[in-house]
C-alpha cells in the first residue's frame, strides 16, 4: 500500500544533528497528522494541519516544528534532540478534520537518539 | 484520569474463542469513536468504526454505551491472523483524535 508514504524508514541522530522527515499522502487529503508512538504508551498526537493550516500543536518542544508546504506534504524538521525523544513517528492523513473522518497512516520513521 | 483507557492484555485465547474488550472513554463531548488494528512494528490500520446503532463486519461486531461512556469491540471465531493490538480511538472537541494504549490478542493453535 502506498497511500501514505514516510521518509527515511529509520534514523539514528545525534543530539545536536537537524534532520527532517518526510510524509506523502496520495489520497487526495487535506488533513495531515503527526503522531509520536513510545513503547508502552498510546499514541501521542503532536500537530494537526488541515487545508494547510495548523490546527494543533499538543505541546510540543520547540525542538520539533512541523512543516505543511501543500495538503499533500509534510515535515517535521528535528533540532537538539533528547535520547527520550526516540520513538517511532507516524504520520497520517484525513479527508479532512472530521469527525467521521477516517486516518490512513504511513509506516512510520523509527528515531533514535544516540 | 486518562482520556481514553484500555486493558493492555495480553489477551491469550485459543483458535475459535469468542473474545471481547472494552474501552473507555472520559470526554463525554466525545463525537466519533472507531478500532484500530496495529501488527507488530507496523502501523495502525482502521478495523472499524463505531456507530451508535453498533455495527458488524463479519466476524467483528462494535458497539458504543453513550451513559457508561464505553465501546466494545467483538471478536467471534478468532483466527491466528487475528493476533494483534487493537487500538480504540475517540474524537472529540474539534475532532481532535484520542488513542488508548491498545489492547494486545494472541490467538493461539
Known amino acids: 500500500e502506498t497511500g501514505v508514504t514516510q521518509t527515511p524508514r529509520h534514523l539514528v541522530m545525534g543530539m545536536t544533528n537537524k534532520k527532517s522527515l518526510k510524509c506523502e499522502q496520495h489520497?487526495?487529503?487535506?488533513?495531515m497528522y503527526w503522531y509520536k508512538q513510545s513503547a508502552k504508551k498510546p499514541l501521542e498526537l503532536m500537530f494537526v494541519y488541515n487545508f494547510k493550516e495548523q490546527t494543533e500543536n499538543n505541546s510540543v518542544p520547540s525542538r520539533f516544528s512541523p512543516e505543511c508546504p501543500n495538503s499533500s506534504h509534510l515535515f517535521l524538521h528535528l533540532h537538539t534532540l533528547q535520547p527520550e525523544d526516540s520513538a517511532l513517528y507516524l504520520c497520517a492523513s484525513s479527508l479532512e478534520q472530521g469527525a467521521s473522518d477516517t486516518q490512513y497512516f504511513g509506516p512510520g520513521t523509527r528515531l533514535t537518539v544516540l | 484520569r486518562k482520556e481514553v483507557e484500555q486493558d493492555p492484555g495480553p489477551f491469550n485465547v485459543p483458535e475459535g474463542a469468542t473474545v471481547a474488550f472494552n474501552c473507555t472513554y472520559s470526554?463525554?463531548?466525545?463525537?466519533?469513536f472507531f478500532w484500530y488494528r496495529q501488527d507488530c512494528r507496523k502501523e495502525p490500520k482502521l478495523l472499524m468504526s463505531?456507530?451508535?446503532s453498533g455495527n458488524e463486519d463479519g466476524r467483528f461486531t462494535a458497539q458504543l454505551n453513550r451513559a457508561s461512556q464505553y465501546i466494545s469491540l467483538l471478536i467471534r471465531d478468532s483466527k491466528l491472523s487475528d493476533s494483534a493490538t487493537y487500538l480504540c480511538?475517540?474524537?472529540?472537541?474539534?475532532?481532535?483524535?484520542?488513542f488508548g494504549r491498545g489492547t494486545s490478542l494472541i490467538v493461539h493453535p
Open positions: 463505531v456507530y451508535s
Open positions: 470526554n463525554s463531548a466525545s463525537q466519533s
Open positions: 489520497l487526495g487529503h487535506n488533513a
Open positions: 480511538v475517540s474524537r472529540g472537541v474539534s475532532y481532535i483524535p484520542t
